[in-house]
């Protein structure tokens, strides 16, 4: 249990370290770039993507989807 807590720790560091990285080469002040619509997947597959997952969080949640009994 203590190597668990330990890990979460290691990785919890490694994300706060990463972020404040990140935020040291934020522009600030500059010209803001245009943001293009994500066009990456079609509506219909988003939709779709949702509603499935919707599903499995209920599944896993009522207890129908189990790794073991």
């Known amino acids: 249990m ?3 807590i330990l890990m979460g720790l290691f990785i919890a ?3 706060i370290t990463v ?7 934020e522009t ?4 803001v770039a245009a943001q293009k619509k994500d066009t990456t997947m079609p509506a219909t597959v988003r939709k779709f993507a949702y509603v499935l997952l919707i599903i499995v969080m209920f599944g ?7 790794a073991s009994v």
């Open 28 to 31: 600030r002040g500059g010209p």
């Open 2 to 4: 203590a190597r668990l």
């Open 19 to 25: 972020t404040s990285v990140m935020a040291l080469f």
């Open 13 to 15: 560091a490694i994300l």
């Open 60 to 66: 896993v949640t009522t207890g129908w989807l189990v």
